[in-house]
C-alpha cells in the first residue's frame, strides 16, 4: 500500500496543479455553482469517458485522462461548496481555494487509505470501464439524493459519493499510468 500512496499523490499533484492554474485564469467563478450544476459537470465528464472506451472513433483530441483529472477538480469544488454554500460572486482567493483544496483532498485519501486496507486493494484488478461505471452509479445517486433535498434514510450523504468519485478517478488514472 506504500505504493498506492505514492501513485495518489502524483496524480493528486497533476490535478492540483491544473486546479491553480486555472484560479489563475478564471478566479473563484465556479463558486456560484450549485451542487446540481457540479453534479452534472461531473456526469458530462463521466458520460464522455464511456463514450470514448465503447467509440472506436474520436471526433475530439482530447482523452480520458483529462476528462478524470475534470472529475477529481469538479468533486473536490463540490465538497468546497457543501463545506462554505454557494455565493453570488466569486469570493476565494487561489491561496484559500488551494487551501480547502489540500484538505478535502486530504480527507479524501484517508478514506480511500482505510477502504483500501479493509478491501486489500481490490481496485487494482478492476478494469478502467469498470470505475467508470461506477462514478456514473454515483452520480446517479448523487442526482437521487439532490432530488430528495439531500435526505437519505440509511445511505451515505453527497459528500461520500464525491470522495468516492474522487478515488475511483484517481485508481483509474493510476492504471492509465
Not at 485522462?65 to 463545506?83: H, P, R, T, V
Request: net charge negative; charged share 30%; hydrophobic share 40%.
Amino acid at each position: 500500500m506504500q505504493n498506492t500512496s505514492k501513485e495518489y499523490d502524483a496524480v493528486v499533484s497533476s490535478c492540483r496543479s491544473l486546479f491553480i492554474k486555472k484560479m489563475s485564469d478564471y478566479g473563484s467563478a465556479w463558486r456560484i455553482l450549485r451542487l446540481p450544476s457540479l453534479t452534472d459537470q461531473i456526469f458530462i465528464k463521466a458520460q464522455r469517458i464511456r463514450q470514448l472506451q465503447e467509440n472506436a472513433v474520436r471526433k475530439v483530441d482530447e482523452g480520458e485522462k483529462s476528462e478524470f483529472i475534470g472529475i477529481i477538480n469538479y468533486s473536490i469544488m463540490a465538497l468546497i461548496q457543501l463545506e462554505l454554500g454557494v455565493v453570488e460572486n466569486p469570493d476565494l482567493t487561489t491561496e484559500e481555494a488551494t487551501d480547502l483544496y489540500d484538505k478535502h483532498i486530504g480527507i479524501t485519501k484517508q478514506l480511500m487509505e482505510d477502504k483500501n486496507h479493509d478491501y486489500g486493494e481490490a481496485w487494482r484488478d478492476m478494469r478502467i470501464s469498470s470505475l467508470t461505471d461506477l462514478i456514473i452509479q454515483k452520480l446517479l445517486r448523487v442526482k437521487q439524493i439532490e432530488d430528495n433535498k439531500g435526505k437519505t434514510l440509511v445511505s451515505e450523504g453527497i459528500d461520500a459519493n464525491y470522495q468516492d468519485m474522487i478515488n475511483y478517478a484517481v485508481f483509474a488514472m493510476i492504471h492509465m499510468n
